[in-house]
């Protein structure tokens, strides 16, 4: 970088369209699945794996691509991933069998391995930016989109009760992202790490990572890999059982579809201010509060089970979105952190394929238990949860500063 470039002229916005766009269409997806699956008479343990098999490519896409979006850089390879998903998502006006259906999300799958870890490193690539306050716009932009699709999704099928045209419309949006990235998308201005002290002394003093002081306190701390993955799984558990297992069980229960993106909204509306305010919190106050996160989402997901009034399940939905919106926060910062203090942005793919796992986990083992008994998913969920509880408590003392 030369002195008489100004980092400040990277552009942002394009980043919070990407990440909402996509939101907006994988939350209309995902809640479509287990829905218009089982109205079909497919049975719970296929359509688990129907709702995991994008997750299963994902669990290594990230990985397995890291080094290769390295060397296309970040424009290229969020191109990539939004015209192979849109050419996937395509297929869905055709033919939405089952077997077509499992091919098309696992291999979207592997494009998506090209896109959200690209768009958080472009975030860490630009040292001079306040990194907790774009990561805050991050987060509220992929919330915001969650909010927009279930809300539309909730609309839509109260309505048009057609749960299938849902699928025709969720892919004009990743359509739209992949004009959106090839016009205006902004490769990022990463400092060159062979520059050396120097070089980046070059720049504004004030806006560098290292002397902005709400992030050189993050950047002094420790942070064991195995709390953030711990978080996620929280965070998964939670969405798991409210995207998963409860749409099958509102139609047990006579609920209408609608209902389903009704309820999840007030889950992400509580989500988006939680994870929000994850993201700004000191690490110290995140060591408290997902401590306390984890234990809750452990109970509210027995309530899940036992639960039968739909009333009942809006203030769930509100309790669990709150909770499991802390410990996604807690993980994005923490796996920032990471990137920050290592100088590098493969912690953002790692993430990227935990999440992955972590919902691929969640939604095997509900799909598998869910076709034995409904209520028994949920149970072994909470309890595995609580397992993982037990767990972090002997990694969590370990957060130091350096």
């Not at 829905?35 to 688990?48: A, C, L, T």
């Not at 000191?282 to 309530?303: A, H, N």
């Amino acid at each position: 970088m030369t002195n008489g470039e100004n980092p400040q002229k990277w552009r942002f916005w394009p980043v919070i369209f990407l990440t909402s766009f996509y939101t907006i269409n994988s939350s209309l997806i995902m809640l479509g699945i287990p829905i218009f699956f089982f109205q079909k008479g497919i049975s719970i343990e296929i359509i688990g794996f129907l709702s995991a098999a994008q997750i299963i490519a994902y669990c290594f896409s990230p990985l397995l691509f890291n080094k290769v979006s390295d060397k296309l850089g970040r424009k290229k390879s969020v191109i990539l991933a939004m015209v192979g998903v849109s050419i996937t998502q395509i297929t869905y006006y055709f033919v939405l069998y089952p077997l077509v259906f499992l091919i098309a999300r696992f291999t979207e799958g592997l494009f998506l391995g090209f896109f959200a870890p690209n768009l958080q490193a472009s975030i860490s690539d630009n040292p001079w930016l306040d990194h907790s306050k774009y990561l805050s716009r991050l987060t509220l932009s992929f919330n915001s989109g969650g909010l927009i699709g279930l809300l539309f999704g909730a609309l839509f099928l109260f309505f048009i009760n057609d749960i299938i045209l849902v699928f025709y419309i969720a892919p004009l949006l990743v359509i739209a992202n992949a004009i959106i990235v090839i016009l205006f998308f902004q490769e990022s201005k990463k400092l060159n790490n062979n520059i050396g002290i120097k070089e980046s002394a070059n720049i504004d003093e004030k806006n560098s990572v290292l002397n902005n002081s709400n992030k050189s306190d993050d950047i002094k701390y420790y942070i064991p890999v195995i709390i953030p993955i711990i978080f996620l799984f929280g965070y998964s558990f939670a969405i798991g059982s409210a995207n998963f297992i409860y749409p099958i069980k509102s139609e047990v229960l006579g609920f209408q579809p609608y209902s389903a993106y009704l309820l999840s909204f007030f889950a992400i509306f509580a989500q988006t201010f939680s994870t929000y305010k994850a993201s700004l919190w000191s690490i110290k106050r995140l060591k408290e509060v997902s401590l306390i996160s984890i234990i809750l989402v452990s109970l509210l997901i027995i309530c899940f089970g036992i639960n039968e009034i739909y009333f009942g399940f809006i203030i769930l939905f509100v309790i669990i979105g709150f909770f499991a919106g802390i410990l996604y926060g807690s993980a994005i910062k923490f796996f920032m952190i990471l990137n920050l203090t290592k100088h590098t942005s493969k912690y953002s793919s790692i993430m990227e394929s935990l999440s992955g796992i972590t919902y691929f986990a969640t939604q095997i083992t509900a799909g598998l238990i869910g076709g034995i008994n409904l209520e028994l998913a949920f149970f072994t969920l909470s309890i595995m949860l609580m397992g993982l509880f037990i767990l972090n408590l002997f990694y969590i003392r370990n957060i130091r500063e350096i």
